[in-house]
């Protein structure tokens, strides 16, 4: 039985899924930003700058501690499909810093030839030298943050960058060899009309890049839009003009032979982010820095948030776990269905029975009968996948679906 890594995937590869239970994905979280952006609720610091090494000796020490925590029964070094580098702003390390972090990689687990190796990076940070480095380094996929095209939307948000830096670092990574490019935009912004986003998507499409994210603005407690959405003082695009700029990219993007096989994630064939499939298909993952999540070994668990206690805590050789949580086969069942289901292809059902010994539909009982007789499921063969009315009522199918 084979399935997770659809056929047009970068690896092309397929496998079983009890081989790809034993594999691990890396997160590498670099916590550093030049400013907050004002939208922002990461766990990220500026003025933390001079932190950079000692964070990076840390981080060289938690994991050596993970590749001993995940070795396999026999004491082989686990095997790794893909490294990502998130943020924060991983793009402010220096490449002999990331290079540094790769070979702990190497070192203590058994990462794939062709494994994907993504860095997230901000275009106001990046220079051509850095981006040849990063690719020499081993660097493989390259994530940037530019949100939008327009000058005044990027001031509203606190971004440090311009529309012609967004341009100008994608230019320079395609000529430094980057082949797999992703963008992130936001739309539902404040003062945001579809004419910006139609403008924004058009020069999306004119930098000839792989993947696109696409995020509607959420307004977090803490940051000071918040603050500002509280005080009036700005107004966040609403719920019918964010679906308009959702749909009109779909088309859009769907018209320029891109696939949206997430809710908010579009490639050309070939080029979905296997990192971020590993989520989706609840696969097991280690996440190493200040405040990451992991999912391995039944428990999810997460590490402490602040860089300085981070790094008194790895000086110790102390594991940096602050908080977790046993995940049982039901918790297990919901959630691999859950995330399965925001996936254009949805859930593979003889994969889901393998996985857990136990059909779907027994799984769900007559909660799936509701939630397909509503017209929110639909089946194609092997398949589970959301309807389109479904996919406009997301979360509530899913409330709908699973158990308490
Ligand atoms: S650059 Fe990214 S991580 Fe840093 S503050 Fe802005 S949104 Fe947050």
Avoid at 366 to 384: C, I, K
Wanted: aromatic share 10%; charged share 20%; hydrophobic share 40%.
């Amino acid at each position: 039985m084979t399935i997770i890594a659809p056929a047009t995937t970068q690896s092309a590869k397929t496998e079983p899924i009890q081989q790809l239970l034993e594999t691990v994905s890396l997160y590498v979280h670099i916590p550093f930003c030049h400013t907050r952006c004002h939208y922002c609720d990461f766990n990220t610091y500026a003025g933390m700058l001079p932190l950079r090494e000692p964070y990076v000796r840390a981080l060289l020490s938690e994991i050596g501690m993970a590749g001993a925590l995940t070795k396999l029964p026999g004491g082989k070094p686990r095997r790794s499909r893909t490294i990502f580098f998130g943020g924060g702003t991983p793009s402010l390390l220096s490449v002999s810093q990331v290079s540094r972090i790769l070979d702990a990689c190497y070192d203590n687990f058994a990462v794939d030839e062709d494994a994907e190796i993504t860095l997230e990076a901000n275009p106001g940070t990046l220079s051509r030298e850095q981006l040849v480095g990063l690719r020499a380094a081993g660097v493989n996929r390259l994530s940037m943050g530019a949100q939008s095209f327009d000058a005044e939307l990027l001031k509203t948000l606190g971004r440090i960058h311009s529309p012609k830096d967004i341009t100008q670092a994608v230019r320079d990574a395609q000529a430094a060899g980057f082949t797999s490019i992703n963008v992130d935009f936001m739309f539902g912004l404040p003062g945001q009309t579809m004419r910006h986003w139609r403008e924004t998507i058009e020069r999306a499409l004119d930098l000839h890049i792989e993947h696109l994210s696409l995020y509607s603005l959420i307004i977090e407690e803490g940051t000071p839009f918040y603050t500002w959405t509280h005080e009036g003082r700005i107004t966040p695009g609403d719920e019918d003009l964010c679906a308009d700029m959702y749909e009109y990219a779909d088309e859009r993007l769907h018209a320029a032979g891109y696939v949206n096989y997430e809710i908010s994630n579009w490639s050309l064939p070939g080029f979905q982010s296997r990192h971020n499939l590993t989520y989706w298909h609840n696969l097991p993952y280690i996440g190493m820095g200040v405040g990451a999540y992991s999912s391995f070994g039944g428990r999810r668990f997460s590490n402490v948030r602040e860089p300085a206690e981070y790094i008194r805590m790895l000086k110790a050789q102390q594991w940096p776990e602050v908080e977790s949580e046993t995940v049982d086969k039901a918790q297990a069942m919901s959630e691999t269905a859950f995330l399965a289901l925001r996936t254009a292809q949805g859930l593979h059902l003889p994969t889901f029975e393998q996985r857990f010994a136990l059909p779907f539909a027994q799984f769900a009982g007559d909660r799936l009968h509701m939630v397909e007789e509503a017209g929110l499921l639909e089946r194609e063969t092997e398949w589970l996948r959301l309807s389109k009315r479904g996919r406009l009522l997301g979360n509530e199918v899913f409330l709908r679906l699973l158990p308490d």
